[in-house]
């Protein structure tokens, strides 16, 4: 026979914050935003390739830390994580379960971060794009959303 509390409901788990890190989806999403050279990262990088585009993917002293830069033609990159970097509207951005008015006002931090980070770059004389992790997932995508960068920056002729 299962115990049952007094008031009829069933025993709930207390919520602190370590659920949320030892929970395996969240901890297996945070793991994999904080990597650098992550697998859309790599495949963005051999799409800029493939298309022609000569970069570099060092720009630690650059606001964001873009994750490819050509300082020749002034263009920034950003290689999203969905989730970490709260994609609106997209399916891998999912909010945690657990400790849910924790994640909601962390990852709203992040996104004013980037977005200020974006900023800061453009005013800098960058061309900016972000590019997520959902639409890497998607070769053709991918390939449309390069090129239209690419294009982009020819045309402004990259001067910074
Ligand atoms: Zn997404």
Redesign the pocket.
């Known amino acids: 026979m299962k115990a049952a509390r007094a008031d009829g409901r069933r025993p709930t788990v207390p919520a602190v914050p370590m659920n949320a890190i030892a929970e395996p989806s969240t901890s297996l999403r945070m793991r994999r935003v904080r990597q650098r050279n992550t697998e859309p990262e790599r495949l963005t990088r051999r799409m800029l390739f493939a298309l022609g585009a000569r970069f570099r993917t060092c720009a630690r002293d650059l606001p964001g830390r873009p994750d490819v830069v050509n300082r020749t033609r002034a263009w920034a990159l950003f290689v999203h994580g969905?989730f970490w970097h709260g994609?609106a509207r997209?399916?891998?951005?999912t909010i945690p379960k657990t400790n849910t008015r924790w994640w909601l006002a962390k990852l709203e931090a992040n996104r004013i971060r980037d977005r200020r980070k974006v900023r800061e770059l453009r005013n800098l004389g960058f061309l900016v794009e972000v590019i997520?992790?959902?639409?890497v997932e998607r070769p053709s995508v991918l390939r449309r959303r390069v090129a239209a960068f690419l294009a982009r920056s020819q045309e402004l002729g990259g001067t910074r």
């Open positions: 969905c994609h997209c399916r891998l951005a997520w992790q959902c639409e």
